[in-house]
C-alpha cells in the first residue's frame, strides 16, 4: 500500500525555477534509494535524478540545475529545478529506483516556454 503523491509542478518561462514535492506513505525514502523520472509526450520514461543515503545522482541532461534532496521527519522528497528548458516539459513523477517499483502516482506536469 505505497502511495506516491507529487506536486509542485507548473508553467514556467525557459530560464526560471520550479520546486517539485513528493510525498510518500508506506514506504521509508530514508532507507530507499528514490529519484524523480519524467516522460515527456511520445518519449521513454526516463530517470533524471536519485538519491541514495547521503548520495545523489543526475542525469545529465540535467546536471547542475536540478537538485534533489528529502526531509526523513516528513518523508517527502524535493526535486529544486533551476535554469529550466524546453525540453524539461514532462509530467514528473517519484519512485524508487532500485527494488520494486511502487503504483506510479499521477504526476506532475512541468511545462516550460520558450
Known amino acids: 500500500q505505497v502511495q506516491l503523491v507529487e506536486s509542485g509542478g507548473g508553467l514556467v518561462q525557459a530560464g526560471g525555477s520550479l520546486r517539485l514535492s513528493c510525498a510518500g506513505s508506506g514506504i521509508t525514502f530514508r532507507i530507499n534509494d528514490m529519484g524523480w523520472y519524467r516522460q515527456a509526450p511520445g518519449k521513454q520514461r526516463e530517470l533524471v535524478a536519485g538519491?541514495?543515503?547521503?548520495?545523489?545522482n543526475y542525469a545529465d541532461s540535467v546536471k547542475g540545475r536540478f537538485t534533489i534532496s528529502r526531509d526523513n521527519a516528513k518523508n517527502t522528497m524535493y526535486l529544486q529545478m533551476n535554469s529550466l528548458k524546453a525540453e524539461d516539459t514532462a509530467v514528473y513523477y517519484c519512485n524508487r529506483v532500485t527494488g520494486t517499483y511502487a503504483n506510479w502516482g499521477q504526476g506532475t506536469q512541468v511545462t516550460v516556454s520558450s
Open positions: 538519491i541514495s543515503g547521503g548520495i545523489t
